[in-house]
């Protein structure tokens, strides 16, 4: 028997061509499909396609969950796909779809690793300074010698006086083989940047290259960790450098440089246009297209004559200082002025150099979105050209990390918590470092036979900007029962569709104010502002707690939760960008944060409050399991041990009523049952499906049946918890409700737990938290002794009670969870809220769309509020008066 799921590209059609392949994640109901291995992959025509399968997680039971499924490289890419499994053995057996198939090769011995894609070849040496030390197409050596580089500098030079730039080179300390085939290979190398003249050594890196089957393009990922001391260390470039050889004549040379929109730089080493005499149209034609120019006696001996005395054109930059312009130039060689090309807008970070041999194309994503970047092509008319992609441009100010104010006295925690109330900013000294934060970047290496026509390469460079990408459509993700309470977009009512267009003006106006506030930068691409100022017009970038959200109250979850429903390419691409974010620089990747988060601020790193609410896996395993990516699943391996902080650092020491008395003991740490209980759950439970660890699983069913065994369940708290054990204390009696216990996951969290395990006691424990936190101060009294406390976001936790509703099959819970939608919403819950006025200058710096009471906090909670009770309850949506209106 066989069971058949569609599978579709994330923009609506097929990419001219697949030049390297691709690869996504999908999942299955639970108990359907025994192993990846049962899986199949057939084109829109129902025939076989060579794929290659993996499991990323299984259910409890031990079937698959999700799957990781790789395609090679193709020229005629189908306009969808179907994947097939057997709940049998089909004759054959799956690896019948490889059979004749080109395949991905990997050959290891002690001083290297060779890969083969069929097209083209890498080598990888296990130590030295070189990421590859060649890579050829076709028995052709087309790149070789790839490294990364950086420079540091010791100030930043503000006053008179000198300042010094250090040059350093990445020096490989590991190669490691993660997949080998046959239609996708993972390559890992590991090590950090060692100074060119010295011992120091910094930013510890990791770089992984993919290949697929008859690929002649390699993705590169990039992602390091800042280890400075952002007192005294200044990048001043962070980049990854090609030598190109190249052999032959000048004049058939070929620079190619993408500008904005889709344009290119066209230009030869040493060009034949233009000049006073004319070489003849068919050379001009031949080298403008990159074509071999005829025979020098085919030529007019006017111009072959004279080629000594064209200049030839060694060197090209490309620089990307803002978001909003870069600077061409080029020269003929070192020690001589540059030549301005032309300026333009945002630059698709593309370049390639080649010749008649062929050549490299380098594109690096979101390039003018990461700015500053920067590409460099040097010796262009010598045997063998460089092409540096700079992740972070040298000819930008260097980058400065330190704190953005003196501390402003606050000394004491009561002097902060005093700060805390005029700023919002959660400010300790010493806590502002951003010492263990991260950046990833993809790169995607062109290998070229000869040099390419324009308009392949301007398909390269599109490829490049946004890979093509294949997903299951949300139907088919909603009837695998994954992630909770959901469902696709339903407009089949007036009160329906006014809800869905609330989320979409929600979405397209954050979207907008990516671009109208430029929400770009190495640092701040992928993240959103916290809170408006309208006396300004401005978001509150520079108040303290209100600038640089870091995922508070859940944004990442509400874009995946939109995206998961509606399959919009803008969405997840969105979404993208932040879970890039969030997981990379709002964390800590080493150090004694390592594993934790740090709340919104000025500055990504700047806040004290270093918590696992912000680190959790809760925003990350979307991305990991739609696309399989390694990078993500690094990030959820870090956080496997996270309990560990909880016995260095305490998140709550502040505020804590035992303050004077409490120290952090191993076995008795106190945990919150709410932000920290939740990130913990979705660590455990995440690698638990993900490598089966005994050890999260355990921690993880145990803490459940520690909850459901406290006499107040998830009202506690606090419970006190062993860090050796793995388990809670039950024998606490206290109430202690936060209005943040339940808006950064857990909710999410709780209902996939309770319909993935069984525990009647745990499901008891959260079905009366669900129930009672919006009941009447009557109804908590009677079932508990007291009114509850802490009741705020009642908009936000209008979804416990729907989830309630849904569960009991109770009309009147339902009713109650629409009213609270409805009247509790702090900034939305009115018409006025769901429009925009623009705003032009002189008053602004240029002219802004604003909707004033729209902030972060509440537009992911009445995002999820309305997607969650729409999924939970949205028959009982009144069809009269509808909500928020």
Same mark, same amino acid.
């Given at each position: 028997?066989?069971?058949?799921?569609?599978?579709?590209?994330?923009?609506?059609?097929?990419?001219?061509?697949?030049?390297?392949?691709?690869?996504?994640?999908?999942?299955?109901?639970? &108990?359907?499909?025994?192993?990846?291995? =049962?899986?199949?992959?057939?084109?829109?025509?129902?025939?076989?396609?060579?794929?290659?399968?993996?499991?990323?997680?299984?259910?409890?039971?031990?079937?698959?969950?999700?799957?990781?499924?790789?395609?090679?490289?193709?020229?005629?890419?189908?306009?969808?796909?179907?994947?097939?499994?057997?709940?049998?053995?089909?004759?054959?057996?799956?690896?019948?779809?490889?059979?004749?198939?080109?395949?991905?090769?990997?050959?290891?011995?002690?001083?290297?690793?060779?890969?083969?894609?069929?097209?083209?070849?890498?080598?990888?040496?296990?130590?030295?300074?070189?990421?590859?030390?060649?890579?050829?197409?076709?028995?052709?050596?087309?790149?070789?010698?790839?490294?990364?580089?950086?420079?540091?500098?010791?100030?930043?030079?503000?006053?008179?006086?000198?300042?010094?730039?250090? &040059?350093?080179?990445?020096?490989?300390?590991?190669?490691?083989?993660?997949?080998? &085939?046959?239609?996708?290979?993972?390559?890992?190398?590991?090590?950090?940047?060692?100074?060119?003249?010295?011992?120091?050594?910094?930013?510890?890196?990791?770089?992984?290259?993919?290949?697929?089957?008859?690929?002649?393009?390699?993705?590169?990922?990039?992602?390091?960790?800042?280890?400075?001391?952002?007192?005294?260390?200044?990048? =001043?470039?962070?980049?990854?450098?090609?030598?190109?050889?190249?052999?032959?004549?000048?004049?058939?040379?070929?620079?190619?440089?993408?500008?904005?929109?889709?344009?290119?730089?066209?230009?030869?080493?040493?060009?034949?246009?233009?000049?006073?005499?004319?070489?003849?149209?068919?050379?001009?034609?031949?080298?403008?297209?990159?074509?071999?120019?005829?025979?020098?006696?085919?030529?007019?001996?006017?111009?072959?004559?004279?080629?000594?005395?064209?200049?030839?054109?060694?060197?090209?930059?490309?620089?990307?200082?803002? =978001?909003?312009?870069?600077?061409?130039?080029?020269?003929?060689?070192?020690?001589? &002025?540059?030549?301005?090309?032309?300026?333009?807008?945002?630059?698709?970070?593309?370049?390639?150099?080649?010749?008649?041999?062929?050549?490299?194309?380098?594109?690096?994503?979101?390039?003018?979105?990461?700015?500053?970047?920067?590409?460099?092509?040097?010796?262009?008319?010598?045997?063998?050209?460089?092409?540096?992609?700079?992740?972070?441009?040298?000819?930008?100010?260097?980058?400065?990390?330190?704190?953005?104010?003196?501390?402003?006295?606050?000394?004491?925690?009561?002097?902060?918590?005093?700060?805390?109330?005029?700023?919002?900013?959660?400010?300790?000294?010493?806590?502002?470092?951003?010492?263990?934060?991260?950046?990833?970047?993809?790169?995607?290496?062109?290998?070229?036979?000869?040099?390419?026509?324009?308009?392949?390469?301007?398909?390269?460079?599109?490829?490049?900007?946004?890979?093509?990408?294949?997903?299951?459509?949300?139907?088919?993700?909603?009837?695998?029962?994954?992630?909770?309470?959901?469902?696709?977009?339903?407009?089949?009512?007036?009160?329906?569709?006014?809800?869905?267009?609330?989320?979409?003006?929600?979405?397209?106006?954050?979207?907008?104010?990516?671009?109208?506030?430029?929400?770009?930068?190495?640092?701040?691409?992928?993240?959103?502002?916290?809170?408006?100022?309208?006396?300004?017009?401005?978001?509150?970038?520079?108040?303290?707690?209100?600038?640089?959200?870091?995922?508070?109250?859940?944004?990442?979850?509400?874009?995946?939760?939109?995206?998961?429903?509606?399959?919009?390419?803008?969405?997840?691409?969105?979404? !993208?960008?932040?879970?890039?974010?969030?997981?990379?620089?709002?964390?800590?990747?080493?150090?004694?944060?390592?594993?934790?988060?740090?709340?919104?601020?000025?500055?990504?790193?700047?806040?004290?409050?270093?918590?696992?609410?912000?680190?959790?896996?809760?925003?990350?395993?979307?991305?990991?399991?739609?696309?399989?990516?390694?990078?993500?699943?690094?990030?959820?391996?870090?956080?496997?041990?996270?309990?560990?902080?909880?016995?260095?650092?305490?998140?709550?020491?502040?505020?804590?009523?035992?303050?004077?008395?409490?120290?952090?003991?191993?076995?008795?740490?106190?945990?919150?049952?709410?932000?920290?209980?939740?990130?913990? =759950?979705?660590?455990?439970?995440?690698?638990? !499906?993900?490598?089966?660890?005994?050890?999260?699983?355990?921690?993880?069913?145990?803490?459940?049946?520690?909850?459901?065994?406290?006499?107040?369940?998830?009202?506690?708290?606090?419970?006190?918890?062993?860090?050796?054990?793995?388990?809670?204390?039950?024998?606490?009696?206290?109430?202690?409700?936060?209005?943040?216990?339940?808006?950064?996951?857990?909710?999410?969290?709780?209902?996939?737990?309770?319909?993935?395990?069984?525990?009647?006691?745990?499901?008891?424990?959260?079905?009366?938290?669900?129930?009672?936190?919006?009941?009447?101060?009557?109804?908590?009294?009677?079932?508990?002794?007291?009114?509850?406390?802490?009741?705020?976001?009642?908009?936000?936790?209008?979804?416990?009670?729907?989830?309630?509703?849904?569960?009991?099959?109770?009309?009147?819970?339902?009713?109650?969870?629409?009213?609270?939608?409805?009247?509790?919403?702090?900034?939305?819950?009115?018409?006025?809220?769901?429009?925009?006025?623009?705003?032009?200058?002189?008053?602004?710096?240029?002219?802004?769309?604003?909707?004033?009471?729209?902030?972060?906090?509440?537009?992911?909670?009445?995002?999820?509020?309305?997607?969650?009770?729409?999924?939970?309850?949205?028959?009982?949506?009144?069809?009269?008066?509808?909500?928020?209106?």
């Amino acid at each position: 028997m066989t069971q058949h799921a569609p599978i579709t590209w994330i923009d609506g059609e097929p990419p001219a061509g697949l030049s390297g392949g691709t690869t996504w994640g999908m999942p299955f109901q639970r &108990g359907t499909v025994p192993d990846a291995a =049962a899986l199949r992959v057939l084109d829109s025509g129902g025939s076989n396609v060579t794929a290659q399968t993996w499991p990323l997680a299984t259910w409890p039971d031990g079937s698959l969950k999700w799957a990781g499924i790789a395609l090679g490289a193709t020229d005629q890419p189908a306009s969808e796909y179907q994947v097939t499994h057997f709940t049998g053995t089909p004759d054959g057996g799956p690896e019948a779809a490889v059979h004749g198939s080109p395949e991905v090769t990997v050959t290891e011995t002690e001083e290297s690793v060779t890969v083969s894609t069929g097209s083209l070849d890498m080598v990888l040496q296990r130590s030295g300074a070189s990421l590859f030390s060649r890579l050829t197409r076709d028995g052709s050596v087309v790149a070789k010698d790839a490294r990364l580089v950086s420079l540091r500098q010791n100030d930043l030079g503000e006053e008179a006086g000198s300042t010094t730039r250090e &040059g350093f080179t990445g020096r490989t300390t590991s190669v490691t083989v993660e997949q080998r &085939g046959p239609v996708r290979a993972v390559i890992r190398v590991e090590g950090q940047h060692r100074a060119d003249a010295g011992e120091r050594e910094w930013l510890p890196f990791t770089v992984r290259f993919y290949f697929y089957a008859g690929a002649r393009s390699v993705r590169l990922m990039h992602s390091f960790i800042w280890d400075g001391d952002a007192e005294r260390d200044f990048l =001043a470039g962070l980049g990854v450098r090609f030598t190109v050889p190249l052999a032959s004549e000048l004049h058939d040379r070929h620079i190619r440089i993408a500008g904005a929109d889709g344009g290119f730089l066209v230009e030869a080493v040493r060009g034949l246009t233009g000049l006073r005499r004319d070489p003849g149209e068919a050379v001009r034609t031949a080298q403008v297209a990159g074509r071999p120019t005829p025979p020098l006696n085919e030529w007019s001996p006017l111009v072959s004559e004279r080629l000594h005395l064209i200049p030839s054109w060694n060197d090209y930059t490309l620089a990307q200082l803002t =978001a909003d312009g870069f600077e061409l130039r080029k020269r003929t060689a070192a020690g001589h &002025g540059w030549v301005g090309i032309s300026g333009g807008t945002r630059s698709a970070g593309f370049c390639s150099v080649s010749d008649l041999g062929g050549g490299l194309g380098i594109g690096i994503r979101d390039f003018w979105q990461s700015h500053p970047g920067q590409l460099d092509i040097r010796g262009a008319a010598s045997a063998e050209a460089t092409v540096t992609a700079w992740l972070y441009s040298p000819e930008a100010q260097p980058m400065d990390l330190r704190f953005y104010h003196d501390g402003l006295g606050q000394d004491t925690f009561e002097d902060q918590l005093e700060g805390l109330e005029i700023t919002y900013e959660d400010y300790e000294p010493g806590f502002g470092n951003p010492t263990g934060i991260a950046r990833t970047h993809e790169l995607t290496l062109f290998a070229y036979d000869t040099t390419p026509s324009t308009e392949s390469l301007a398909e390269d460079a599109r490829a490049a900007s946004a890979p093509p990408l294949l997903q299951p459509t949300p139907q088919y993700l909603h009837a695998a029962g994954v992630f909770g309470d959901w469902a696709p977009v339903d407009r089949s009512t007036p009160a329906r569709a006014e809800l869905e267009d609330k989320l979409d003006f929600l979405f397209d106006f954050y979207q907008g104010q990516t671009e109208q506030r430029r929400w770009y930068g190495f640092w701040n691409y992928g993240d959103v502002m916290h809170t408006y100022d309208t006396d300004r017009h401005v978001w509150r970038y520079d108040v303290g707690g209100y600038a640089w959200d870091n995922s508070e109250l859940s944004p990442d979850l509400w874009l995946w939760y939109m995206y998961l429903r509606t399959g919009r390419a803008d969405v997840f691409r969105y979404a !993208e960008a932040m879970t890039r974010h969030t997981g990379e620089v709002d964390v800590y990747h080493l150090g004694p944060w390592r594993g934790l988060g740090s709340r919104h601020n000025v500055q990504h790193w700047g806040c004290s409050a270093k918590q696992l609410r912000i680190s959790t896996p809760a925003y990350r395993r979307f991305y990991y399991y739609l696309t399989a990516d390694e990078r993500t699943g690094d990030l959820l391996t870090e956080l496997v041990d996270s309990d560990q902080n909880f016995l260095g650092l305490d998140p709550v020491r502040k505020v804590r009523p035992d303050a004077d008395t409490y120290r952090p003991d191993r076995g008795a740490l106190g945990v919150g049952l709410g932000t920290d209980w939740g990130s913990l =759950a979705a660590t455990w439970l995440t690698d638990w !499906e993900r490598t089966g660890n005994p050890r999260s699983r355990d921690r993880l069913l145990g803490t459940m049946a520690d909850i459901g065994a406290l006499k107040y369940g998830f009202l506690t708290g606090e419970a006190l918890y062993d860090l050796d054990a793995g388990r809670f204390d039950v024998g606490r009696e206290v109430i202690s409700v936060s209005h943040l216990s339940a808006v950064f996951g857990l909710v999410e969290i709780c209902s996939e737990l309770i319909n993935l395990v069984p525990d009647k006691d745990f499901e008891a424990a959260w079905m009366q938290y669900c129930r009672l936190f919006l009941a009447t101060p009557e109804e908590q009294v009677a079932e508990v002794g007291q009114p509850l406390a802490g009741i705020y976001l009642t908009q936000a936790h209008s979804r416990l009670t729907a989830y309630a509703a849904a569960k009991l099959g109770s009309p009147e819970l339902a009713g109650l969870a629409w009213e609270s939608f409805a009247e509790g919403g702090e900034n939305l819950n009115h018409e006025e809220a769901f429009t925009v006025k623009t705003i032009l200058p002189p008053y602004v710096l240029q002219p802004v769309e604003e909707a004033p009471t729209v902030s972060t906090n509440d537009t992911a909670q009445f995002g999820l509020a309305v997607i969650q009770n729409l999924a939970l309850i949205g028959g009982e949506l009144p069809a009269e008066e509808v909500p928020a209106s």
